[in-house]
C-alpha cells in the first residue's frame, strides 16, 4: 500500500489482501476526513489487482463510493 497526502494506492494479488487492504486505506482516509469534515472517500478499480483510495470533494463527507476506471 503505497500512501501520499489523501490517495492511497493498492496492489492486490488476491482477494483475501484486496479486502485488508482496503479496509486499512478506508480507516485511514475517514481519520482525516474526520477532521476536514467537507470530503468523502472515492475507492476507483484500475484493473484487477490495482485501485486507489481517495479523499474526493466530488463524495459528499460521510459517504465512500466506489468506482471502475477501466
Known sequence: MNKQA?????????????DQQL???????QQTAMHEKTRGILVTRHRPGRFTAEL???VPFGQTHEHTDF
Open 6 to 18: 489523501h490517495r492511497i494506492s493498492i496492489l492486490v494479488a488476491d482477494r483475501r489482501g484486496l
Open 56 to 58: 474526493s470533494s466530488n
Open 23 to 29: 479496509d486499512a486505506a478506508v480507516e485511514r482516509l
